[in-house]
């Protein structure tokens, strides 16, 4: 119970949260599926172990920078393993390394501001790790290229959903324990509106709306 809660308040942002956090009891996790209570012996689920230690070989993020615009010469590429939501944050600051970031003077003020908006490739990222397919034995990859990012999430779409519903705000859950938890650590949460923030904030910053696709079992 306290190695979740200890990275459960690690990603809370303010005291009260954190204050929350605190109060999550044994029973908090069994309801959830972090835990099973099998015999009055309390036993770590899958999603424990994926929140935890991770030791499941296919359970990382795969990450490259190609040259030019094909999956061809590798310039860098890393491979994320550990909690889940760790490897998350490794991702979305390699792609963050690996696109332009220019300046804008306004006044006496400057302003950084990245090639493609940070919110919508966080939020791809994010999606593509709490709704993969963890019994595919393929990784999420996020490959970068001189003119887009691909990010690619094993398994395809789940319970019938279909990409016309994702745009719309539709949202079906294949893993429940990750999403819970992902939910009390604010990384994700439950209205399904994180694929329409992500086309909101390309429109915000002037660039194409991203192009979902089902391609194969991914």
């Known amino acids: 119970c306290s190695d979740i809660k200890n990275h459960i308040i690690k990603m809370a942002r303010t005291k009260n949260e954190k204050e929350n956090i605190r109060e999550i009891t044994v029973q908090n996790l069994v309801n959830w599926g ?10 770590p689920t899958n999603a424990f172990v994926l929140l935890t230690s991770n030791t499941f070989p296919f359970a990382k993020i795969q990450c490259a920078l190609f040259k030019g615009t094909e999956r061809v010469v590798f310039i860098d590429k890393r491979d994320f393993d550990g909690p889940l939501y760790e ?3 490794a991702a979305y600051e390699f792609v963050l390394k690996h696109i332009n970031l220019g300046a804008e003077i306004k006044g006496l003020l400057r302003t950084d501001s990245y090639e493609l908006p940070p919110e ?6 994010v999606n593509a790790t709490t709704h993969r397919n963890f019994l595919d034995n393929s990784c ?5 290229y001189d003119d887009r990012v691909e990010i690619t999430s094993p398994g ?4 019938g959903l279909t990409i016309p519903q994702i745009k719309e705000g539709g949202s079906k859950i294949r893993n429940r324990c ?3 938890v992902f939910n009390r650590m604010k990384i994700v949460e439950s209205w399904g ?7 909101n904030a390309c429109k915000e910053y002037g660039v194409r709306e991203p192009e979902l696709l089902e391609i194969g079992d991914s």
């Open 120 to 125: 919508a490739i966080r939020e791809a990222i």
């Open 87 to 89: 490897q998350i944050e």
């Open 34 to 43: 972090v835990l099973k209570n099998i015999d009055r012996t309390l036993m």
């Open 193 to 199: 509106t994180g694929i329409r923030r992500m086309f």
């Open 140 to 144: 999420v990859q996020v490959a970068v």
């Open 178 to 180: 990750i999403a819970e």
């Open 156 to 159: 395809m779409l789940f319970g």
